[in-house]
């Protein structure tokens, strides 16, 4: 099994990875086929509207995750990593003034985003929760071609077609069927092959990766990644105001921000001062998530402040950090981000926040063990440890927004991080509960989970607190 990290880690837009990055990314790939032309349709049909129907969670939360803006910047050519943040709201409006898309490279189509844009809650697509279908018409109204694709958590996207295949045959991706030294698919072999070859999980995970790149191409990746991830952080800590979205959540982060460095400057002793730098770090990034700004998955955007808060947090109090580390930091996390991904579930939509907030906290315990010295059974004891204390946490965001409760639940993932590396490190390994046996118990769980409880707004918080 190889998923790289530069699956598991991608630079995006907030608020959500499967509900506003996965969406913007199946629009490019509707568009994109389009033009290759590369579909039967009669010979002289032309395209000349385009529609699109969000179904499941995404129709549910799509407002609130902002899926509906996701989709009409994806059809005019926008994606994850190229938009610009500042302009996306222009561009959107924009295009319903004007009732048409004209991506680069192709026609203008008619595309008016109140009538052509469909929330469809009465309908689930079967593949996923996360479900969304593109139509293609000529100018006579006839549907030239219709494509189904599936946003199954952090960024990742699947077509119909594709995830038959993975059902049937496995993962279908870029890589994925290549060889690698190292393809551990679980705890158990990740383990089996670090006590055979003596090397860490990070650097068994750095010999995966240079089978498909340099191992300097490797090493800027991984900087373009915590680069991304610190700027988030920074930009984060210097905003103030009401996020969007109409519940009036205030952003605090800057604040408390501000009383720790004045309290940093009295010398006064803080036994809590490690923790609340962490969960200004964490929040921080989830409220620039929020406000729809630059961030990367890690996994997911629900969940992307946990790793850099940690990681903030090793370079902030350990004197011995730096840049080699942290890459051994990203390395590490990725490779139980993929095993859990490639036996459960990073989707919010599917198994719950634990697969979200409970993943993150896992990666995170884990490269914070393994920088901090810890042998592989140590890292593998503290992914365990925090992924087990998320078991069958929901996911009932407020209004559909990715804020409340997703703001503190990261940063509370951030310290859980921290403790759970703490505790394994100071360990020889040995535990009760493997790590395989926590995802398992994940996947179990978030098939258990009533639906209202997974990223749909109908159970929980969101309905028991009242929106103002």
């Known amino acids: 099994m190889f998923l790289s990290v530069f699956d598991l880690f991608k630079i995006g837009i907030g608020p959500s990875s499967s509900h506003t990055m996965g969406p913007m990314t199946a629009a490019s790939r509707f568009l994109e086929e389009l033009l290759s032309g590369e579909w039967p349709r009669p010979a002289a049909a032309k395209v000349a509207r385009l529609s699109a129907s969000l179904h499941g969670s995404l129709a549910f939360t799509g407002i609130g995750h902002g899926t509906d803006r996701a989709v009409i910047l994806g059809l005019a050519g926008e994606t994850p ?25 192709h026609p203008a189509y008619r595309f008016d985003p109140a009538t ?8 689930p697509l079967p593949g996923h929760a996360n479900g969304m279908a593109f139509c293609a018409f000529d100018a006579d109204d006839r549907l030239l071609l219709r494509r189904i694709y599936y946003s199954t958590g952090g960024g990742f996207v699947v077509s ?3 995830l038959q295949h993975m059902k049937a045959e496995g993962p279908l991706r870029k890589g994925a069927g290549k060889p690698v030294p190292y393809p551990f698919g679980n705890a158990m072999q990740m383990l089996t092959m670090a006590a055979n070859s003596g090397l860490s999980i990070a650097a068994m995970k750095r010999a995966n990766e240079e089978r498909h790149m340099s191992r300097e191409e490797l090493d800027a990746g991984l900087d373009r990644i915590w680069e991304a991830m610190r700027a988030c952080i920074d930009r984060g800590l210097s905003q103030d105001g009401i996020m969007p979205g109409g519940l009036k959540v205030r952003r605090r982060a800057r604040q408390l921000h501000d009383k720790l460095q004045e309290e940093w400057r009295t010398n006064r002793p803080n036994p809590l001062l490690a923790n609340d730098w962490l969960s200004i770090y964490a929040m921080a990034v989830n409220e620039e998530n929020a406000a729809g700004g630059r961030v990367v998955t890690a996994p997911t955007n629900g969940a992307a402040g ?18 080699e580390s942290i890459r051994d930091f990203l390395l590490t996390a990725a490779a139980i981000g993929g095993i859990i991904k490639h036996n ?15 993943s993150a906290s896992a990666m995170a315990a884990a490269g914070l063990c393994a920088v901090m010295g810890g042998t592989p059974e140590q890292v593998e004891n503290a992914a365990e440890i925090a992924l087990e204390h998320h078991l069958g946490m929901t996911c009932d965001p407020i209004g559909g927004l990715v804020q409340v409760p997703c703001i503190e639940r990261n940063a509370l993932g951030a310290v859980k991080a921290v403790t759970a590396a703490s505790l394994a490190v100071k360990g020889d390994g040995k535990h009760f509960v493997p790590l395989d046996a926590a995802v398992e118990t994940m996947r179990q769980t978030g098939l258990d989970m009533n639906e209202k409880y997974k990223e749909t707004s109908l159970g929980g918080l969101a309905v028991n607190v009242v929106e103002c």
Request: hydrophobic fraction near 40%; charged fraction near 30%.
């Open 344 to 358: 459960a579930s990073i989707s919010g939509a599917e198994v719950g926040c634990q697969g979200e907030v409970g």
């Open 306 to 323: 946990v790793v850099p808060a940690v990681m903030r947090y090793w370079l902030h109090f350990h004197v011995e950090a730096d840049q």
């Open 116 to 123: 052509d844009l469909v929330l469809d809650k009465k309908a």
């Open 160 to 162: 119909d077609e594709e």
């Open 81 to 105: 990593v190229t938009v610009d943040p500042d302009k996306a709201d222009a561009i959107v409006d924009r295009i319903k003034g004007e009732k048409s898309v004209s991506p680069p490279g």
